[in-house]
């Protein structure tokens, strides 16, 4: 058809051949010739596609996983099925898009526009060479007596400030995603789960959501927590002054099980050696160039986490919540104790992505037992 690109269903794209694919496709979303992309099925692992007008382009079934499509225009777009597990949409906008029974797993939407969008359940099939088949982000029900439809996937999903405005989400999966901020005013939430999200600055009202919905969700700072913040400090302080005196002065942190949210601008550039932090909840804080070494965190929850430049050798951060959590330049090595004991970081029981290491100095011990788990 005129006006149209299409190739062959499961393609894959290499970056320029994409490129020239979508510099055509913004002259037709701009009514300037060029040709609208048809991109049905296609295998766009990996690309880069950020700041890029995709206005009412065809992406069903496509796969973009770790895909860049950070700042782009996907109004109107179709995403139907659509694999965009651990994408980079941050300041998309996807108003009014076709996302019924997409994967966003792990995706980053903070500050994305979702207005209007369809989100509802969704069964795909496509053509191959055995005949029609589901694609794989959808279930079959129990006996193979028809398809289950499933809804769209947003399972630890960072979400902050993301409007879902009269969006249609019935039976979305929100477990373990960071909404923060996030507007649901209007949204149609039928059967939709929050089970583990954080849901600070949200207006619960608007969720309409069941008990069981929402277990384990982590709610704005209560009253009690926020009153605990000064002697949370002075805490701080007193480790601070026991790590500069070697010990004679001050005294060691223990903040286990505290909420540390209230303190989230006071840890960035401390030295907080041996920090005992187990089972706090931590989402956001801003530890870059902290000296954490031999650090205990435990259990804790630190989605969103910044350890960017961080002393972490030897720090145990095991069985915590990493979702997001930003370690780039952050030394993740053994640490040589005075006892001759020497301690590796321990990142057992997390489901820290690969990417999030990426710019970490890890060695090769850590990379190793990462690997295993």
């Given amino acids: 058809m005129p006006g149209e690109f299409r190739k062959d269903a499961s393609a894959t794209f290499s970056q320029a051949e994409l490129n020239r694919i979508l510099a055509q496709h913004e002259r037709y979303a701009m009514q300037r010739g060029g040709a609208r992309a048809l991109l049905k099925y296609a295998r766009l692992e990996g690309l880069n596609l950020a700041n890029r007008n995709l206005k009412e382009a065809e992406f069903s079934g496509a796969s973009f996983v770790r895909a860049n499509l950070f700042g782009s225009n996907l109004m109107r777009a179709s995403l139907y099925c659509a694999d965009l597990r651990r994408c980079d949409l941050r300041n998309a906008n996807l108003s009014g898009a076709d996302l019924r029974g997409a994967s966003l797993n792990g995706a980053n939407l903070s500050y994305a526009v979702l207005d209007n969008a369809d989100l509802r359940s969704a069964v795909m099939m496509k053509m191959g060479p055995d005949g029609f088949c589901i694609i794989d982000r959808v279930e079959s029900s129990e006996g193979g007596r028809g398809l289950r439809p499933v809804g769209v996937d947003f399972s630890n999903c960072s979400m902050r400030h993301t409007s879902f405005g009269n969006a249609q989400l019935d039976g979305a999966n929100f477990s373990g995603a960071v909404l923060e901020g996030a507007k649901f005013k209007g949204a149609k939430l039928v059967n939709a789960i929050f089970r583990g999200a954080v849901l600070t600055g949200v207006c619960l ?6 008990p069981e919905a929402l277990e384990g969700c982590v709610l704005d700072v209560s009253a009690q927590a926020q009153a605990k913040a000064a002697s949370l400090k002075a805490k701080l302080d007193a480790h601070q ?10 005294a060691a942190a223990v903040l286990d099980g505290e909420d540390l949210r209230p303190l989230h601008k006071l840890f960035a550039g401390r ?6 932090a187990r089972h706090t909840i931590a989402i956001g804080i801003d530890f870059s160039k902290c000296q954490l070494q031999g ?20 720090a145990s951060l095991r069985a915590a919540k990493l979702g997001h959590a930003k370690f780039h330049g952050a030394l993740l090595k053994r640490l040589n104790l005075l006892s001759g004991e020497i301690v590796s970081p321990d990142l057992s029981g997390t ?18 037992a990462h690997a295993a788990g």
């Fill in 241 to 250: 002054e026991w790590v500069s005196s070697d010990g004679k002065q001050g």
């Fill in 205 to 210: 009202q608007d969720l309409n959501a069941t």
């Fill in 271 to 276: 030295q907080l050696t041996g920090l005992s």
């Fill in 351 to 368: 489901e820290v992505a690969e990417e999030q290491l990426v710019g970490a100095i890890l060695d090769d011990a850590v990379v190793a």
């Fill in 295 to 314: 650090a205990r965190f435990e259990g804790a929850d630190l989605r969103e986490a910044n350890f960017s430049h961080a002393e972490l050798s030897g």
